[in-house]
């Protein structure tokens, strides 16, 4: 399993944390299971965290992810922050995919601008 999801109680937000090799199954899994665990949270701000991860994903795959993602009943709804590192973010296209689907997600390369931009939206 390349996956942990686990609610942060002091920030109050979902995280999924990504690492070592990930595969589609793994995305899967861990949509599903922030959507059956935490998709009742309004709103749900999710830290999907991506920097120890090698997406091994296919380009059509990751575009049916994020599709996927972003149509997710329990999921559709978050306000998503993906952290990734500096020189390369391993979930491009499937952010792309999921915001052409209409899922609010924003990309940053610090955890303390990811968390910044998901307390805005608790705090409105």
């Known amino acids: 399993m390349g996956f942990q999801i686990r ?16 595969e589609l199954e793994d995305k899967l899994n861990a949509a599903q299971q922030v ?18 991860a090698e997406i091994l994903l296919t380009l059509e795959e990751r575009k049916a992810f994020g599709q996927f993602a ?7 709804h978050a306000r998503t922050a993906v952290l990734h590192a500096p020189e390369i973010n391993a979930n491009v296209v499937i952010n792309d995919w999921a ?4 899922m609010l ?12 931009w998901l307390a805005a939206d608790v705090v409105t």
Request: glycine share 8%; no cysteine; charged share 25%.
């Open 7 to 22: 609610f942060d109680h002091s920030a109050r937000i979902v995280r999924a944390t990504f690492f070592g090799q990930v």
């Open 35 to 52: 959507a059956e665990k935490y998709g009742h949270l309004q709103p749900l701000p999710l830290l999907v965290d991506v920097r120890e």
């Open 70 to 76: 972003a149509r997710l009943p329990g999921l559709r």
């Open 99 to 102: 915001r052409n689907e209409g």
């Open 105 to 116: 997600l924003g990309e940053f390369i610090t955890e303390h601008m990811a968390l910044s």
